[in-house]
């Protein structure tokens, strides 16, 4: 097997569950299976600030401007069973970083090794374009993505903390607002008509 070797091309294919999987790079046509596959797995529960992230640009994104560090893995019907989507990022006077951003396998397809085999093909693509570190965040409650990880030989981590900031009352009130000086602006303007013509 050349798990190892960048992959534009389709790999030979693998066997999960009994099925031949194929670990092949994103086409467009692959967009909407990827994006339906995404809100399945980054739910609200499992990864939350993936969950709010997580929308049909973010995959159009990926497909534009980061093709060669994006992959599929598909069964024998073709279907789209996992998908690794990655960058890399290349910092003038320091090193190159590629970072996988968002890796999900289908739930029926889970521990039977198709996450590993994204990871191998994305991995030396990621090399061959110049990076020197690999980065992934996860949500520190994912104990399957932060075991995947570990097992992938990632190491290092470091705590991060989200915050987030509720400014619905605030927006509410900006409209508010907004739709006050609509209102004066239509008075003051008709005011000036009638003292102009009347
Ligand atoms: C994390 C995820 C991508 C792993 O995919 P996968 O195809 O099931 O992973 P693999 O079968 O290649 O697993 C390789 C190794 O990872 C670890 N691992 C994977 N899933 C695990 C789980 N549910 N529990 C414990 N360890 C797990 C194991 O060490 C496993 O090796 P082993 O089977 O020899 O024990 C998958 O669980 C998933 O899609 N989760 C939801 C989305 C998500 O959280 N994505 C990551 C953040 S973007």
Request: with cysteine; net charge negative; charged share 30%.
């Amino acid at each position: 097997m050349e798990d190892d070797q960048p992959s534009t091309t389709m790999q030979p294919a693998d066997s999960a569950g009994g099925q031949s999987v194929v670990v092949r790079q994103m086409t467009i046509d692959d967009i909407s299976a990827i994006y339906h596959l995404g809100e399945k797995l980054f739910t609200a529960r499992i990864a939350p600030n993936a969950h709010r992230t997580w929308d049909e640009y973010e995959v159009v994104g990926f497909f534009q401007t980061d093709c060669e560090f994006c992959f599929v893995a598909e069964d024998e019907k073709k279907m789209v069973i996992g998908f690794a989507l990655g960058t890399v990022i290349e910092k003038h006077h320091s090193w190159t970083y590629g970072y996988l951003i968002w890796l999900g396998v289908r739930p029926d397809y889970q521990k039977s090794g198709i996450a590993q085999r994204l990871f191998r093909q994305l991995k030396p693509a990621m090399i061959d374009a110049g990076a020197r570190i690999i980065m992934v965040d996860t949500d520190a409650e994912n104990a399957a993505s932060l075991r995947f990880f570990r097992k992938m030989g990632f190491n290092h981590s470091r705590q991060h903390v989200y915050l987030t900031l509720n400014v619905d009352e605030d927006r509410r009130r900006m409209e508010g607002r907004r739709k006050d000086r609509i209102i004066r602006y239509t008075v003051g303007d008709h005011e000036g008509d009638r003292g102009e013509h009347g």
